[in-house]
């Protein structure tokens, strides 16, 4: 049965059992929407706290919230349905969310999978009868270093192996942890049996820009010693470009944004980092967060702005607590709040908001629909976010690793930061290398660095190919190793993910295809039907039913997704098709057919729903295969 | 040309468009005819569909969304363009369930004319037969969401003009589907008189006991094709 239906059974059939219970759920619900002024564009906080005090969001506080925000109940469903990190029906006491990346099944996600559900007494995406476990997947959770990883409500464990399940498992039942669902913070501690997150820093190359010692706060106080405009002429200067992939010009961006003229403009740190295969935003957030603040400072002073928001992935919940006491120390230390680093009338103040496991979120103007409280889907533009973006107002969105540089670049200078890199690509990057690889972890490199001089680097010498860029990027062969990853030819966000001798190109590309599926927000169409015609294709070649005409129709497909889809990952979500079609092209033909057309299915499976019902193999015919 | 006036062309043809007007409707008042399917003159755009692509100055953008700026070159009519359109058509076909010969909006349903006019025989991709259901506890209204191909016309349509949000979008990705406010249709504010019950470009949305009130071949698409009163506007065709 798929999603859609069983959405609208459940909706017939829960029912609030008693008024005892829906009064219960209005008086929590009542509150939360209290301590969220009643403001609708807080939905996202309102129905993540109403889900970490009730266990779900359940008809009756969809109906509770809808009335306290003074909407209607369609639109709480519609955001509330959007995001796979919100619960409309109820789950286990504890949740145990698995990830499920090309790179975690080859560290044995599937076997850890399998001993959880076995310790657990349920089957991976179900709940077990005595309502204490739901196992299931998700998607990339940023820990592609130390695969296979989980997020048990909201904490990490990383490096699991099927004897870690059922020990885990037992410690969990004997925890009293009352919160039954995710540990979204801010609402009560963790039971104290509850294990431990375990995520490694894996920083194993700081460079000589993002990770270079600075003392906090100098590159803001930097920037005041000048005008605003000066501040954007230096990041010009530097040609500082956005880290998150896209390369966007930051001065060109921020200019712009400061050029808008509006009662309020905002600052905006991308914190969504879900491109599979990335984790250098974790560790930024990890090691240096307060580089990371002062650049949203320094950006908050150069645009004339007075909030700043860090969109932080749900995927990264367990660090909530440690940066809300960064922040609240910054405002102890006067660089945060009212006349920061005591400049007369600059006041600033940072709020984060957290996400809810949707990768969409991480396109700018998803991420501004998120904020507001609703679903992620992208927005058309024009208008871009520099003159219509959060709240309808001038809004720069940044990379965290953007922040970071331009904090470097206060502390030093454009032209010092300018001197690494190539022309077109400034500075360094922070690569996470991730995959077949003996020391997968962060890396800081000049821009340039062929993929050859990376292997070195991170000690790999037997390659088969490399994904540079992550799911939406490209699938790069040996023969293409001396290529440079920079914006002017390999550009990526980060992720770098090394496949050794054996792997399979193609099954690769179709575990990244049913990346997009899933994904895909469904706004248009050519991402929402093509996304999931893609799958069938290469499926069906991956199946050995393929043949020449379909490689053909499978391009063709791929380009026109490519080409009318209206947001960056329709645009990119035919990549690891394309690019495995370019580059691997012995890997399509070695599973080809020579017939000139073959059915998707063989007529043996079609019957076989019927045959099993009927409890008899068809009648032969003539002709009948 | 005064200030407030904008000229820009499509395919060739110089358009004068009025300050603050998009694409689709500066050629709509021209006589130029975009292909668009979620698109309504009455409605805020909001760029499903993704049929009414153009190509803008070399870069492809939603003629619906798009505002019309002066000196702006606009390909439409183009092989490519209405290559890729034909495929989104047939993406909509298969991702739902569409039988014609048997549907009641057959001549009359903005898919099934676009898939004329832009020249689909058969879908070459394949069917996806998703299980979608059925609403018809309201008096006058009903649903079938087989037929539905998420424009959010209605959405829109029941905000903005009828001011009652009947309507929503629930899920996401390809399970995506439509929701109402309410578990079934008649436990909604919406009535048969609304906007929101007469924007639905297919046979999803239909007003009970009116169906076959015109009858097969002589509806809206049996008699022109879909665009031809926008073209009428241009130039009164020759014979």
Known sequence: MMASDTGETAMAT??????????????????????????RNRLMDVVQAVQ???????????????????????????????????????????????????????????????????????????????AEFTVEWTNDIGMADQEPAALINGTVVTALTPADAPAIVAALRQSQAQNT??????????????PQARVEPNLLQAGPIVFRQGRRGDGVRAALAISPESVIQQMTKAKLRGRGGAGFPTGLKWKLCRHSISEAHHVVCNADEGEPGTFKDRVLLTEIPDVVFDGMSIAGYALGARHGLVYLRGEYAYLWNSLQAVLQNRRRLGLLGSNVCGREGFDFDIRIQLGAGAY??????????????????????????????????????????????VTRIMEQSPDWFAGYGTRESTGAKLLSVSGDCPHPGVYEVPFGITVNELLDLVGVSDAAFVQVGGSSGQCVAPKDFGRRIAFEDLSTGGSVMVFGPGRDVLDVARQF???????????????????????????????????????????ALANTVTRMSRCGLGQTAANPILTTMRNFPQAYEARLQPEPFLPRVTLREALGEAVAIAGREPAAEEGMA | MTADKVVFTVDGIEIEAAAGQTIIQACDAAGVYIPRLCYHPDLEPAGHCRLCTCKIDGRRSSACTMPAAPGMVVESNTPELNSDRRTLIEMLFVEGNHFCPSCEKSGDCELQALGYRLEMAAPTLPYLWPKRELDATHPDIFIDRNRCVLCSRCIRASRTVDGKSVFGFEGRGIHMRLNVDAKSLDDTAIAAADKAVHVCPVGCIVIKRTGYRTPYGSRRFDQEPIGSDIEAKRAPRKG
Request: charged share 20%; hydrophobic share 40%.
């Open chain 1, 513 to 555: 295809t049913e990346f997009f599926v899933e994904e895909s927000c469904g706004w248009c169409t050519p991402c929402r039907v093509g996304t999931t015609l893609l799958q069938k294709s290469i499926e069906k070649i991956l199946g050995n039913r393929g043949t020449l005409a379909d490689i053909a129709a499978l391009e």
């Open chain 1, 14 to 39: 829960t029912k609030p059992n008693s008024s005892a219970v829906t009064s219960e759920i209005a008086a929590v619900v009542d509150a939360v929407v209290k301590e969220f002024g009643a403001d």
């Open chain 1, 52 to 130: 970490q005090r009730l266990g779900q969001i359940s008809d009756a506080a969809v109906h509770a919230v809808a009335a306290g925000l003074s909407i209607h109940a369609v639109e709480v469903e519609d955001m509330v349905s959007f995001y796979a990190f919100l619960n409309r029906e109820p789950k286990g006491r504890f949740h145990i969310r698995l990830s499920k990346t090309p790179l975690s099944l080859m560290k044995g996600a599937a076997e850890v999978a399998q001993a959880f559900a076995a310790a657990a007494g349920t089957k991976i995406g179900g709940t077990s009868p005595d």
């Open chain 1, 360 to 405: 969409v979120c991480g396109e700018e103007s998803a991420l501004i629909e998120s904020l507001e409280g609703k679903r992620g889907a992208p927005r058309d533009r024009p208008p871009f976010p520099t003159e219509r973006g959060y709240l309808q107002q001038p809004t720069a969105i940044d990379n965290v690793e953007t922040f970071a540089c």
């Open chain 1, 181 to 194: 669902l995710p540990l979204f913070p801010g609402f009560g501690a963790q039971g104290a049996a509850l």
